[in-house]
């Protein structure tokens, strides 16, 4: 007999058969859409490879955009601050920019003071302190406009007064400055308009050029005697109008190295420079500039010529090469050398191609005026030809047997390249049968006022600034054939001195270009001095510091500080507007 259930017992059966059919239906179901379709994985899975790619290609593309898109939206830049140390060569004994005469102390003058004009990026000369300069149709009268709102580092107003303090004091002799040439035999007053009138005993193309000389405040140095202006405590602590001003000095040893502390003029005309501080460490000699560079003692220097260059570390140094308006020539002493069938043979046995490719491929340089101060047409050179040189040198000491035995004596600096170029030259001239000795000076006023004033020197291997304009006045007309001058080839010839002084006086750029042709025409046919080669500057800096551009046109080396106040070397990112 049965027994019979309980209705809990009863649900609970029914509960548990409930149970096994669910989990039978589960497997099933299992089973025909999971199992069942595993296999289906092989048949799509080139399909989900491509998907899992595209999604990957997406992802991939929108970093890189974003990457891209940052990137092209900002800008490395510099930002205010920092401090620039320029390592210079040779002592600073003033900072006067009157008396300025190593590259120390041209480098400091260029930092410290502001003239009337500059030279432009271009190398031609523009505007600095003036804001405008005009002459009228004679080329006498210069009409100059001062910028307004000028202030003295020491935030005292600069006026017509200072230029005409300034003028004063360069025209007078008892304070024999550099600039005095710039404004001889002119006078300069202030008319009723408050422009500065400059008035030329004779004309020139050139006087804009001229008032590249640094100005001076009256109200320190008004009341200085002119023959005591060196000695006055200006010359160690000045008060300028440039891009920096004074802060103090560190000498270093006893044997003239320097460290100058500038700091940027809060009242610079251009606004205050973007980096805070510059350092002129001035060396006194060139190893310890190389040692300087490589070690990371200073920013940068342009002071490195010659075997130098090969002792830098250029791994991690930037080089800038910048051609500048100087040139390095051989000038024949025509009082001596007066011959000039004798110095045409010269010219014609030195293998110039030779010299210059054993400079590392120097600029040539067969004419003391270039192509980027006017445009003319040169006249052509005598090829090299070393057999027919040597022929008419030979017929010249035959009949002049002193000449024969006491030869030649060619003078050089001892600076840069030129002991090299002058041996080489030497060698060029022994071989065409001369005698030759060489006399190799240390730079300074024993050499100025021993060899160079009274011309002690057959030839003289020497670098001369060009300037910016074509003027050759300094260094080709006969009145400079004097032991104060510049003529250092004693070169006199009247019709060339006519040339020279119609062509600086000529208004009109066409016909002034016309003279100098001739005047190059007498040049070449008198040979009062041979090209060598046009110098440039190696401007080494550190990595990731802004200075001059490269595609600026420097007049001389201290130009390069022209938008010194642009300079930086705090870099940063900036993020710019779309």
């Known amino acids: ?133 005009q002459s009228d149709e004679t080329g006498k009268i210069w009409t100059v406009k001062l910028r307004s709102g000028l202030k003295w580092s020491d935030g005292n107003p600069l006026t017509n007064d200072d230029v005409i303090f300034t003028s004063s004091l360069i025209k007078n002799p008892l304070v024999n400055s550099n600039y005095s040439s710039n404004l001889r035999g002119v006078t300069v007053k202030e008319d009723e308009n408050k422009n500065l009138i400059f008035t030329l005993s004779g004309a020139s193309a050139y006087f804009k050029s001229a008032l590249d000389f640094p100005i001076l405040p009256k109200h320190i140095l008004g009341s200085v005697s002119p023959e005591l202006l060196l000695e006055h405590t200006f010359s160690n602590k000045p008060v300028g109008s440039g891009a920096f001003t004074y802060n103090h000095t560190q000498t270093i040893g006893t044997t003239g190295e320097k460290i100058v502390y500038l700091q940027a003029n809060q009242n610079y005309y251009k606004g205050a420079p973007l980096m805070n501080s510059f350092v002129v460490h001035a060396f006194v000699n060139k190893t310890d500039i190389v040692n300087a560079l490589n070690n990371g003692t200073v920013t940068a220097s342009g002071e490195l010529d010659g075997d130098y260059l090969n002792k830098v570390d250029k791994v991690n140094l930037n080089e800038k090469q910048t051609l500048i308006n100087y040139g390095v020539f051989a000038f024949l002493n025509t009082d001596r050398l007066s011959s000039r069938e004798l110095r045409q043979a010269i010219r014609q046995g030195i293998d110039l191609n030779k010299i210059r490719a054993d400079l590392n491929g120097a600029t040539a340089l067969d004419y003391p005026i270039l192509d980027t101060q006017i445009s003319l047409t040169y006249p052509e050179l005598p090829s090299y030809d070393r057999a027919t040189a040597k022929n008419t040198i030979k017929t010249f000491l035959e009949q002049h047997a002193d000449f024969a035995k006491t030869g030649l004596t060619i003078a050089t600096l001892n600076s840069g390249s030129l002991p090299k170029i002058t041996e080489k030259i030497a060698s060029e001239l022994r071989e065409l049968g001369l005698k030759i000795e060489i006399s190799v000076y240390e730079p300074g006023q024993d050499f100025v006022l021993n060899t160079l004033a009274p011309r002690s020197y057959d030839i003289l291997i020497y670098e001369i600034g060009l300037g910016a304009d074509p003027d050759v006045f300094a260094y080709y007309h006969s009145s400079n054939a004097t032991q104060n001058g510049h003529n250092l080839s004693n070169y006199k010839n009247a019709v060339v001195s006519d040339l020279i002084l119609s062509a600086r006086s000529t208004m009109n750029q066409e016909l002034r270009a016309k003279k100098y042709e001739r005047f190059l025409s007498y040049f070449v046919n008198d040979v009062p001095a041979i090209g060598i080669y046009r110098s440039s500057i190696n401007y080494f800096t550190s990595k990731n510091v802004r200075s001059y551009s490269q595609e600026n046109r420097l007049v001389a080396p201290a130009d390069r500080f022209q938008d010194v106040y642009r300079w930086g070397i705090e870099k940063t990112t900036k993020n710019r507007t779309p």
């Open 1 to 133: 007999m049965s027994r019979k259930l309980s209705s809990g017992q009863k649900i609970a059966r029914k509960f548990t058969r409930l149970s096994k059919k669910a989990s039978v239906a589960t497997l099933e179901h299992v089973e025909e859409n999971f199992v069942d379709r595993l296999s289906h994985i092989r048949r799509v899975r080139l399909l989900i490879l491509e998907w899992a790619l595209l999604v990957a290609a997406i992802i991939f593309l929108s970093i890189t955009q974003a990457y891209w898109y940052t990137d092209s939206y900002s800008v490395n830049t510099y930002r205010s601050g920092g401090t620039y140390t320029e390592a210079t060569m040779g002592e600073v004994k003033t900072l006067n920019p009157l008396f300025a005469s190593t590259s120390s102390e041209k480098t400091l003058s260029k930092l410290l003071f502001s003239s009337l004009s500059t030279y432009d990026y271009a190398g031609h000369a523009g505007y600095d302190l003036a804001e405008s300069i």
